[in-house]
């Protein structure tokens, strides 16, 4: 079965910085087109960044372009989200998610694998 595991979430100050990790266990397409998505109680989940299997191109929301970056070691079979500057507003759950191809994708409806989610809170 494919697995997606994130850790790295935690509580920080507005300001600061956190890193977060999605690791594939199993079997699955770890070379693969990945994304990181958020999701804050009674809002519907959000785009955050995406990354190629080949780790050539990258997308960010514009919320958090210049202040996140995504990265991969696919030796590893890890995602990274790296998020600097924190803001109250950042706090959410956060997904990784596996898509089906090659090309990075922005859209929700266009992964099909996704991690149980890890908790990031900023607090001013």
């Known amino acids: 079965q494919v697995q997606l595991v994130e850790s790295g979430g935690g509580l920080v100050q507005a300001g600061g910085s956190l890193r977060l990790s999605c690791a594939a266990s199993g079997r699955t397409f770890w070379y693969y087109g990945m994304g990181w998505f958020r999701q804050a109680p009674g809002k519907e989940r959000e785009f955050v960044a995406a990354i190629s299997g080949s780790g050539d191109s990258t997308y960010y929301a514009d919320s958090v372009k210049g202040r996140f970056t995504i990265s991969r070691d696919n030796s590893k079979k890890t995602v990274y989200l790296q998020m600097n500057n924190l803001k109250p507003e950042d706090t959410a759950v956060y997904y990784c998610?596996?898509?089906?191809?090659?090309?990075?994708?922005?859209?929700?409806?266009?992964?099909?694998?996704w991690g149980q989610g890890t908790q990031v809170t900023v607090s001013s």
């Open positions: 998610a596996a898509g089906r191809g090659l090309a990075a994708r922005t859209g929700v409806n266009e992964y099909d694998y």
